[in-house]
């Protein structure tokens, strides 16, 4: 059973900077696919960026040109690391893996963009 613990929410102000990390436990082989996810209140959960163990990327069209993903597969722990956050990302970002064929969820973490 695949576990997902993520790390590095916070409260920050617009244009600035966060880095999300996500581990996954609990098995001995690669994760095919890592990725975030995030939900605004009122609204769907939404993909942010994904990335395969053989490095291929998917990025939303809003992540595009801020984000960037990058993974450590040794470690199954993949980041996100977002610039020129804007209030509108406000959301719970939730870690996301896929293996055998299951999906696995993180419990998410917090990130605002306030001033």
């Not at 790390?7 to 098995?27: A, D």
């Not at 993903?69 to 956050?85: A, E, F, G, K, P």
């Not at 896929?98 to 963009?113: D, L, P």
Request: net charge positive; glycine share 10%.
């Amino acid at each position: 059973h695949v576990q997902l613990v993520e790390s590095g929410g916070g409260l920050v102000q617009p244009e600035g900077s966060l880095r999300l990390s996500c581990t996954g436990s609990g098995i001995s082989s690669r994760l095919n696919v890592m990725g975030w996810y995030r939900q605004a209140p009122g609204k769907q959960r939404e993909l942010v960026a994904t990335m395969t163990s053989s490095g291929l990327t998917n990025y939303a069209n809003s992540a595009k040109g801020r984000f960037t993903i990058s993974r450590d597969n040794d470690r199954n722990t993949v980041y996100v690391q977002m610039n020129s956050l804007k209030p509108e990302d406000t959301a719970v970002y939730y870690c996301y893996a896929r293996w055998a064929s299951e999906n696995y969820w993180g419990q998410g973490t917090q990130v605002t963009v306030s001033s």
